[in-house]
């Protein structure tokens, strides 16, 4: 019995370093938190599959807060139930909530200093690269399927946001009542 409380402990551990670091380190939220819980908990531990994430990734999506905690807070529930859960969303919040106080306190001296201005630049080419890597994986996923629907979706309503400028979240509303029709055709 109180081997089994040690390994909870250091589950429980671990989920609250783990989350800790990707908050902190994964600027720029949302998608971006996608490769690394990829990294760390499917690759490294294998607590769920690829094809679960990425259906956590939609869940954490549709409903309603940050997709980031959202996130964070299924990979902790399917690693530690809900334990897990409430760990992962504390430390999945405290890092921006530290850093953003941080620099509201000190806005003044931020806003006019050349170098950290440089630095954040630099984040957002770091964020875009991390945002590719996630693009292609989740592309790859949905070719793997081999559905002609889903694989068309992908180049149009890229041209549909890239080209025509129509908003993003329109886009994705459309694409989620297309796929709850086809999923109703199917049926």
Not at 125 to 153: K, Q, W
């Amino acid at each position: 019995m109180c081997e089994e409380r040690k390994e909870k402990l250091k589950q429980y551990l671990w989920l609250l370093g783990i989350n800790l670091f990707i908050s902190a380190f994964t600027f720029g939220g949302g998608y971006v938190v996608v490769p690394m819980i990829r990294q760390y908990f499917v690759l490294k531990k294998g607590y769920f599959s690829e094809e679960e994430l990425m259906d956590m990734a939609a869940v954490a999506q549709s409903t309603p807060g940050a997709i980031a905690v959202n996130l964070s807070a299924l990979a902790g529930y399917r690693t530690a139930g809900m334990a897990g859960a409430v760990i992962s969303c504390v430390a999945a919040v405290l890092p921006p909530l530290i850093i953003l106080g941080t620099i509201s306190a000190f806005y003044h001296i931020f806003i006019s200093n050349a170098v950290l201005a440089a630095v954040l630049k630099g984040m957002e080419a770091g964020v875009a690269a991390v945002m590719a890597d996630m693009i292609t994986d989740m592309c790859a996923m949905v070719l793997r399927e081999r559905s002609v629907f889903l694989s068309l979706m992908i180049p149009a309503t890229f041209l549909l946001n890239f080209v025509f400028h129509i908003n993003a979240v329109l886009l994705l509303i459309c694409c989620c009542i297309l796929c709850v029709g086809r999923i109703c055709l199917i049926r």
